[in-house]
Nanobody, 116 residues
Framework: QVQLVESGGGLVQPGGSLRLSCAAS????????MGWYRQAPGKQRELVAV???????KYADSVKGRFTISRDNAKNTVYLQMNSLKPEDTAIYYC??????????WGQGTQVTVSS
């Protein structure tokens, strides 16, 4: 079992930045992949960014060039640096982990609101 706790959400003006953190209860070095998803009101949950145990990264087209995913294995933490935020980035952001057996784990979510 892996427990995930997100933090760092909040209210920011368009063009601003936020950094989300996801702290895992287990060593993330043994986790196959970790990622960030988001869900806006009335919309499906969508992938934002994912990072593999080998440090391979993938981003949604809508955030490429603005968001950066990274991991600190020593702290069992994954980060999502979000720059040049837009109102359409407003959503609940969820941390996800997939272990070597393909099991999915989710955090409770953190709200990000981009508004002037």
């Amino acid at each position: 079992q892996v427990q995930l706790v997100e933090s760092g959400g909040g209210l920011v003006q368009p063009g601003g930045s936020l950094r989300l953190s996801c702290a895992a209860s287990a060593s993330i070095g043994s986790i196959y992949a970790m990622g960030w998803y988001r869900q806006a009101p009335g919309k499906q949950r969508e992938l934002v960014a994912v990072i593999s145990s080998g440090d391979s990264k993938k981003y949604a087209d809508s955030v490429k060039g603005r968001f950066t995913i990274s991991r600190d294995n020593a702290k069992n933490t994954v980060y999502l640096q979000m720059n040049s935020l837009k109102p359409e980035d407003t959503a609940i952001y969820y941390c996800n982990a997939v272990d070597g057996l393909g099991r999915n784990y989710w955090g409770q979510g953190t709200q990000v609101t981009v508004s002037s």
